[in-house]
């Protein structure tokens, strides 16, 4: 059984930096590429940054760009966000995705549960 699950989370003063982690399990994690998403209330979920299945490339998308670092660690099935200089647009619910393509088509792809981000003085 393939799980996702996420850490890190919490509530933070703008400008501060929260570490999120994604811990898999149940799956070839270096097969996988690794993304973090996040829902805000009362809009779409938004993709945050990707990671490949080396680390050897990764996207970032909006604002997240300079602010926030994803990485992994194949050795430990684990995956990170590391953001900084949080404000208060960044409270979210952030989600770790796992993905992966097969060359005949088709793909696997799955979610955690989320862990909650709150950026607020």
Known sequence: QVQLVESGGGLVQPGG????SCTASGLTFNKYTISWYRRAP???RELVASITTAGEST???GSMKGRFTISRDNARNMAFLQMNSLQPEDTAMYYCNAQQFFPQGGASDYWGQGTQVTVSS
């Open 17 to 20: 930096s929260l570490r999120l």
């Open 59 to 61: 996207i970032y998308t």
């Open 42 to 44: 009362g809009k779409e």
